[in-house]
Nanobody
Framework: QVQLVESGGGLVQPGGSLRLSCAAS????????MGWYRQAPGKQRELVAA???????NYADSVKGRFTISRDNAQKTVYLQMNSLKFEDTAVYYC?????????WGQGTQVTVSS
């Protein structure tokens, strides 16, 4: 079984920063696409950022230039550095791992941007 555990969420003021982490276990981590999704109240889950095993990245337009996704294959961990946070970034953030026959999700971590 693939297990994904997110951490790093919390309460932050507008303009502040947070770094989310997602640690994977029981998997050949390096070959899979990793992504961060988020779901805000009243909205559908949406892709925030993704990174391939080769390091190619994609970002939602709403976070481009503010968020950075990265991965450490030795540590089996994917990160999401979030800068210049806005109120509308408030959501539960989920880690995702995808590949042939695999689509795994973490439990989610709450990010709240509030003054």
């Amino acid at each position: 079984q693939v297990q994904l555990v997110e951490s790093g969420g919390g309460l932050v003021q507008p303009g502040g920063s947070l770094r989310l982490s997602c640690a994977a276990s029981s998997i050949n981590f390096s070959i899979y696409v990793m992504g961060w999704y988020r779901q805000a109240p009243g909205k559908q889950r949406e892709l925030v950022a993704a990174i391939t095993r080769g390091g190619s990245t994609n970002y939602a337009d709403s976070v481009k230039g503010r968020f950075t996704i990265s991965r450490d294959n030795a540590q089996k961990t994917v990160y999401l550095q979030m800068n210049s946070l806005k109120f509308e970034d408030t959501a539960v953030y989920y880690c995702n791992l995808g590949g042939p026959g695999i689509n795994a999700w973490g439990q989610g971590t709450q990010v709240t941007v509030s003054s």
